[in-house]
Structure formats: structure tokens, C-alpha cells
């Protein structure tokens, strides 16, 4: 771990590959795990020596967005696989919590999935922890990659990110909005500053895509935050939106899925998610209860009117499914435990 002082002197990329090629065991596979490897000036000089030898297997992590750039794409020329670490997702929660799943869901639902955060009790030194988190990230892979970076808006910008997730907003909605609350901004000094955020994924972007004409529009796109927990920790006691929250659970659900997602678009109505893979297609869509006749033909209205036989999902809290025309609804805890 290279932000271990004891490891100070293997910072010098040269005295790193000494010290590596030194213990390394001919005739055996040689594991080796560098940690916060953006600590050492140059480290892929190190990496990609190390790459020709046919007895090394090589894993760097990090926590700065510069691993995941495309920074590193070029340094390392594609001689690499990426694996992106998410907070725990609903199932993975519930190997380490003994309530039952309905019960757990509520903690889950506010807490969100860092590992700490479900053996918090109090809320006051969980608001601390996700502030810490958030912190941190903010300085080390957002502010500290900017030449001139104001810390003020940075923080407008997320707070506004964390109170419309789920909602259609546009990089100029969003200078509009923080000039008009005396933190006057640009739109491309929003877009700088967004752009950073997204590559230290503390928010995730996702665009809209015409069913229809089979193109993604331009216009308008919808952000989802990492965790929930960094969201009611930020913006505290409000009354929660619960329709846009599972919807973030389920964005990032599909995620861990390895699904490439996007928002469907038809006839001016939307499906919440379009979830592809390898050629096969899902369509999504997600609320608190459909128990209401009113609510369920209008969940259930953009799903019609797609035409293609893939299938279709209505993913919602309601214990009694009330699915019909090939629509599958689903108890949407029960999907996430599948």
C-alpha cells in the first residue's frame, strides 16, 4: 500500500521494479497487488516491464479517478482489464444483516451500501462517515485534478446532482440554477467540473434513447449517485423520494448486472430503463406501488407500446403481482436477492 509510509521508498518507480523482480519465484505464478499505485511517479514503466514476463500476474487499485481515465488506457496500451468496485449491492447486504430482507430493505434504502455504514447505529457519526467519504473524494480525485478549481460550486453542483437524481436536467438547467443562487457559473465550467465527478464516480450518467427512431437524443439526461447513503447524509432530513431511490437502486443493480443502460423514450412517455447485453434486451420499469388502477395503466402504458418480444419488467414494492400482456411485475427486493 504505497500511502504506507513504510513503503515510502518503493515510491521511485526504479526502486519499486528492483524490489518486485528481487522476490519474484522462477518456475511458480507470481501474484503481485499494489495498492493507491498512482502514489508512485511514472508506475507504468514498472507495470509494463513486469507485463512481458510469462510468470507475473499483476493488480493495481486505487481510489483516484486517474486509474479509471483514459489516462491510463494510453500509459498502459490496453494491457489491462478494468474491474469497477461498487458499494455492497442489496444482496451482498444481506449476508452480514440478520433482519428479515423486507425490514433490512428500509435500512438499506436510507444507509445505503458502504461497508461501515450497515454496522452504524446512530445517525449522527453515519452523516460523519458519508461526509468523510464524500469529502475525500471531492479533494483527492476532483479539486485536486483541477488547476483552478472553486470549491464552492463543486459542492452546489453535487448538492443539485443529489436533490434531482433520478430527473431529466441539462448541464445549462444547472448553471441557470446556481447562478440564480448567487454562485454564478458557466455552462462549460459545469460541464468541467461534472465531468470530474463522473470519473470519480460519485454520480453515474445516463442518457436518453428514442425507441422509436433508434438513437440517442441529445437533449436531457438523468444522474444517479453511487451510493444513497452519500445522498440522505448530504442533503439530511428532507422528505425522501422513494420512486427516484429505487430507481437508483435498480440503475445501479443493473450495473453490477454488467448491463449498458439507458432511459427509453416513445411517443413523449418513458421507460425507466433499457438494460442491454451481448445482443439481449430488458425493459424496466420501477415504482413504490401499482396497487392504484390509475398508477399501474400508467407504469404500464410506454411498455406497451413497444412492439419487440423482448421482455418486460414492472418492478415495485407490492407483494401481489398484478402483471399483465407479457409484462412481468415483479416484488422488486425479491429481483434484487435473485
Known sequence: NFENLVHEELLSYQVLHTYILNRLLNGKMNYIFLDEIQQVDSFEKVLNSLFH????????????????????????SGRYVTMQVQPFSFAEYMTIESDDSRK?????????????????????VFCDYMEGILNTVLVKDVLQRK?????????????FLMSSVGSLISIKKIADTLTSMNRKTSSPTVESYLSSLLDAFIFYKVDRYDIYGKKFLQLNSKYYVADLGLKHALLGNRRPDLEHDLENIVYLEL???????????????????????SGDILYFQVSASVLDSSTFAREIAPLLKIQDNYPKYLLTLDEIPTGQDGINQINLIDWLLN
Open 104 to 124: 433490512a430493505f428500509h435500512h438499506y434504502l436510507n444507509y445505503g451500501g458502504f461497508p461501515y455504514a450497515v454496522q452504524i447505529e446512530k445517525d449522527e
Open 255 to 277: 450495473l453490477r448486472r454488467r448491463y449498458n443502460v439507458s432511459i427509453g423514450n416513445i411517443d413523449k412517455q418513458e421507460v425507466d430503463f433499457i438494460a442491454e447485453r
Open 53 to 76: 514476463r510469462e510468470n507475473v500476474d499483476i493488480y493495481i487499485t486505487g481510489s483516484n479517478a486517474y486509474l479509471l481515465s483514459g489516462e491510463l488506457a494510453t500509459l498502459l
Open 147 to 159: 488547476k483552478q478549481s472553486d470549491t464552492l460550486i463543486v459542492e452546489s453542483i453535487v448538492k
